[in-house]
């Protein structure tokens, strides 16, 4: 077997950390994508049944669990890809010493690809908690105000007097 030297080393760390951050960038595309499709396609469709509330709370809790899920395997892949980057500094500072090379920027706003995918992964679990609340909230809303404009009134009262089978219960 061949010695391993600090610049295979590089290279496979660097190698590495572009293998993170697509993995990364496919689930931050994936996993809102999805809630959100599925989401809108709650509302857009008209109002839920109040039968189905149980299946759209489970839906819900399961949806927020798997992205919770996904969640923390990412903020693993991140701190790995934190190691890895570090790992490459470190092995560019003994590889490159005698060259003056730029540090890499700062993100925009101190907000930078950790920051970014806490927020996006928060946010899609708030939002699927807050289906099981939204849904029957506006279920109940909606059948509030249909029944609140729902005319009672009798246009034409019959003044004829009740019969014994109509007083039956």
């Known amino acids: 077997m061949g010695e391993v030297t600090s610049e295979h080393v590089y290279a496979e760390t660097c190698a590495n950390i572009r293998a993170t951050d697509e993995i990364s960038f496919k689930l931050l595309g994936i996993v809102p994508l999805l809630s959100g499709a599925t989401l809108v396609t709650f509302f857009l469709k008209g109002p839920v049944a109040v039968e189905k509330a149980p299946l759209i709370i489970t839906l819900s809790l399961f949806a927020a669990l798997i992205t919770l899920g996904l969640f923390r395997w990412e903020l693993r892949n991140i701190q790995t890809c934190s190691w890895l980057r570090s790992r490459a500094e470190a092995l560019e500072r003994s590889i490159v010493a005698s060259a003056k090379t730029p540090q890499q920027p700062k993100p925009p706003l101190r907000i930078g690809k950790t920051e970014a995918e ?14 099981p609340t939204v849904v ?8 509030t105000l249909l029944s609140a404009f729902r005319p009672v009134r009798v246009t034409n009262p019959s003044f004829t007097s009740p019969t014994l089978s109509d007083t039956k219960p």
Request: glycine residues 0%; charged residues 5%.
């Open 118 to 131: 806490k927020w996006i992964y928060s946010i899609t679990i708030v939002a699927w908690l807050l289906l």
């Open 136 to 143: 029957p909230t506006a279920c109940i809303l909606i059948l």
